[in-house]
Structures are given as C-alpha cells and as structure tokens.
C-alpha cells in the first residue's frame, strides 16, 4: 500500500525564521511528488516535483526531491504570518492508473 | 483567472437522501479528479477520470458512490443513500494529466 509520511505534524515558528517540512514515502511506480497550501479551504498548488536534486523554487518556497532515498522536503525563508497554514505533501503513481496518496499534512503557524 | 468550480458549496441533507456533486472543471483540462477531506482521514482520492473516460474509482463505496463525467464540461459525484458518515468535505480537481487545481469544495453535512 502506497504510504505518504510528513514530519514534523505542527510547527510553530516566529516571523522570520526558517523552517524545512519533510516528506518521505513509500510508492510503486513512482511518478511525481507534490506540494500544496491549504489555508482555510481548498489547497492550492506550490510544485510538481519529478527529477532528484533538482530544486524547484518559488520566492521564499524552495523544494528538492530525493528519489534514491524516497524523501522531499519543502523549505520557507524569512517567514511570514501569511505562511500559517496545513502544507500537504502528495504523491502520484503510474502504471495503468494514476493513484494519487496524500500525506496528513504539517500544521505551520508563524507568529509575529 | 480560470477557476475549478463546484456547486454546491454547502449541503445538508437527512440520511437516506440523494446528494449530487457538480464540478466545472478549468476549460482545456483533460483530467478530472475527486477527493473527500475528513479531519480523521485526511485527503482521500475518491475517483478520476482522464478525456472524460473514469479511469480508477478505487477509492470510492460503491454501493452508494457514483461518479460520471457527461460532458467536458461537468463532472458529478453522487450519493445515494447518503449517511452521516459521509460528513466531509468534497473537493474537486483538474489539471493535464494531473488533480493539480483544486475547486473551492462543497461541505456535506449528513444527519
């Protein structure tokens, strides 16, 4: 059974810190991991990510992908409040059908 | 700015009811996606379809879950009879050749 984990569940950081989120998992047929925001409603995409060490980058969101070691992570510099919000990390698989297993997500709140 | 829209946005309902979903997806989009989000289970795929054609409804109770794509330009995902158990939050998603946008999700609210 494919298996999403992010780590930590919560974090709590001031405005200007930086933090790195991870997710690791476990898939067959691996075809992309992604990232998404999800405030108060529907989450909204950050990256695709489907070649290792390439970073993709965002202004102060970067994320990389290791697929020898089956982990990603998601960093966010100089924080800021507008950051508080559940990032959820996903995870594509291919062969025939295309399943899709989302991670329970990081909780970030940026306090001022 | 194209949008995923879904209709309704809130629904509450008596078990035993019929409850159907509506989504718009972005026009041009070729993949369709449905998710239900519950505090206790997270974000689950339901069903997919690609060019219209439903490609993996794993995910979804068969017995009481239906989804179907008409047209381009709608997909629907039902429930009969619905259950309190099926309390969630319904989000659906679009892309090229991936859920990669979400619709703003209809609350379904079961007693």
């Known amino acids: 059974e494919d298996k999403v984990v992010q780590s930590p569940l919560s974090l709590v950081v001031h405005e200007g810190d930086t933090v790195t989120l991870n997710c690791s998992y476990e898939?067959?047929?691996?075809?992309?991991l992604l990232w998404y925001k999800q405030e108060k409603k529907a989450p909204t995409f950050l990256f695709m990510l489907?070649?290792?060490?390439i970073e993709k980058k965002s202004g102060r969101l970067s994320s990389i992908l290791d697929k020898k070691e089956l982990f990603s992570i998601l960093n966010i510099t100089a924080t800021q409040t507008g950051d508080s919000a559940v990032y959820l990390c996903?995870?594509?698989?291919?062969?025939?059908?295309?399943?899709?297993?989302f991670g329970t997500g990081t909780k970030l709140q940026v306090i001022p | 700015d194209a949008r995923v829209t879904q209709t309704p946005r809130h629904k509450v309902t008596e078990m035993g009811q019929e409850v159907t979903m509506r989504c718009q997806p972005i026009l041009g989009h070729n993949t369709v996606f449905w998710y239900r989000q519950t505090m206790m289970q997270g974000l689950e795929l339901l069903a997919y379809?690609?060019?219209?054609?439903?490609?993996?409804d794993s995910g979804m109770p068969k017995d009481r879950f239906s989804a179907e794509m008409p047209d381009a330009t709608l997909a629907t995902l039902k429930i009969q009879p619905s259950e309190p158990r099926d309390s969630a939050v319904y989000f659906c998603a679009s892309g090229l050749d991936r859920g990669k946008y979400f619709g703003p999700g209809t609350r379904l609210t079961v007693t």
């Open positions: 489907t070649s290792s060490g």
């Open positions: 996903a995870v594509e698989a291919s062969g025939g059908y295309q399943k899709v297993t």
């Open positions: 379809f690609r060019n219209r054609a439903p490609l993996d």
């Open positions: 898939v067959t047929n691996f075809r992309s």
